[in-house]
Nanobody
Framework: QVQLVESGGGSVQAGGSLRLSCAVS????????MGWFRQAPGKEREGVAS???????RYADSVKGRFTISKDTAKNTLYLQMNSLKPEDTAMYYC?????????????WGQGTQVTVSS
């Protein structure tokens, strides 16, 4: 069982930055693909960024150039650095882990952390 706990959400004005963290309970999480998803009220959940075990990163077009996914293996923590935030980035953000990126939606999930961006 892998437990994920997100933190770092909050309220920020447009143009600001936040860094989300996802603490992972299992030290072997380096063998898992990790990802960040978000869901805004009334909208479907969407993938934001993913980090494969080989270090490959992928981003949704809407966040490319603004968000950066990374991990600190020593701290068992996944990060999402979010810069130049926009009101449309407002959502609940979740981190996820799975043996492959194709399985993230059905993998392990955290409880989420709220991000609110005001104009």
């Amino acid at each position: 069982q892998v437990q994920l706990v997100e933190s770092g959400g909050g309220s920020v004005q447009a143009g600001g930055s936040l860094r989300l963290s996802c603490a992972v309970s299992k030290s072997t999480y380096s063998r898992y693909c990790m990802g960040w998803f978000r869901q805004a009220p009334g909208k479907e959940r969407e993938g934001v960024a993913s980090l494969d075990t080989d270090g490959t990163t992928r981003y949704a077009d809407s966040v490319k150039g603004r968000f950066t996914i990374s991990k600190d293996t020593a701290k068992n923590t996944l990060y999402l650095q979010m810069n130049s935030l926009k009101p449309e980035d407002t959502a609940m953000y979740y981190c996820a882990a799975a043996k492959s990126r194709w399985l993230l939606l059905s993998g392990y999930w955290g409880q989420g952390t709220q991000v609110t961006v005001s104009s």
